[in-house]
């Protein structure tokens, strides 16, 4: 399975992207999660929608950020708003497979750079 995130960039504060991961394989099997990291930080969950459309999102980027997911594109998207500078860092996407409460598989992207900056 192959993951491939797209459209990171450098956008002023206030500013929006909107960032696409696209996924081989079965894709209505996974769902699917953002992440992001700073350097020398841990990765933090951003937002993740389920194989259902089930959103969820970090406190810090609710009222901002949205996912949606296309079945039949095979991809997933996060549209961020209103950003702030410490919304800068790597973003990463995740598909994962649950079943019976198990993650039993797991595919990450490379990650796409986010840098909100004026």
């Known amino acids: 399975v192959k993951v491939v995130e797209s459209g990171g960039g450098l956008v002023e504060p206030g500013g929006s992207l909107r960032l696409s991961c696209s996924v081989s394989?079965?894709?209505?099997?996974?769902?699917m999660d953002w992440y992001r990291q700073t350097q020398g930080k841990e990765r933090e969950y951003v937002a993740g929608i389920s194989r259902f459309g089930t959103e969820n999102y970090r406190d810090s980027v609710k009222g901002r950020y949205s996912i949606t997911r296309d079945d039949g594109e095979a991809a997933v998207f996060l549209q961020m708003n209103n950003l702030k500078p410490e919304d800068t860092a790597v973003y990463f996407c995740?598909?994962?497979?649950?079943?019976?409460?198990?993650?039993?598989?797991?595919?990450w992207g490379q990650g796409t750079q986010v840098t909100v900056s004026s």
């Open positions: 394989g079965i894709f209505s099997y996974y769902a």
């Open positions: 995740n598909a994962v497979q649950w079943r019976m409460g198990t993650r039993i598989n797991d595919y």
